[in-house]
Nanobody
């Protein structure tokens, strides 16, 4: 059974940075297309960034140039570096793994495994 555990969330002022981590166990991260999603209260879960086994990345327009997705296969860990954070980035952030290909446009239904989420709060 694949398990994903996020960490690194917290509270930060606008303009600050955070790095989220997602530790994967139960299988090799390179077998999956990995993604980060977020969900704010009252809103739908939206794709933030993805990275596949070829290292190809996709980003939501709202985070391009500010967020960077990466993965360390040796550590079996996915990362999301978030810079220049804005109050509108406030949400619960989830990592997810898809057995088949994925992009930020794939939608949550594309992903087979999910973490429990980590809260990011950005104050103005």
């Amino acid at each position: 059974e694949v398990q994903l555990v996020e960490s690194g969330g917290g509270s930060v002022q606008a303009g600050g940075s955070l790095r989220l981590s997602c530790a994967v166990s139960g299988n090799t991260i390179s077998r999956y297309c990995m993604g980060w999603f977020r969900q704010a209260p009252g809103k739908e879960r939206e794709g933030v960034a993805t990275i596949n086994w070829l290292g190809s990345m996709t980003y939501a327009d709202s985070v391009k140039g500010r967020f960077t997705v990466s993965q360390d296969n040796a550590k079996n860990t996915l990362y999301l570096q978030m810079n220049s954070l804005k109050p509108e980035d406030t949400a619960m952030y989830y990592c997810a793994a898809a057995v088949f290909g994925c992009t930020v446009a794939s939608g949550p239904q594309r992903f087979n495994y999910w973490g429990q989420g980590t809260q990011v709060t950005v104050s103005s």
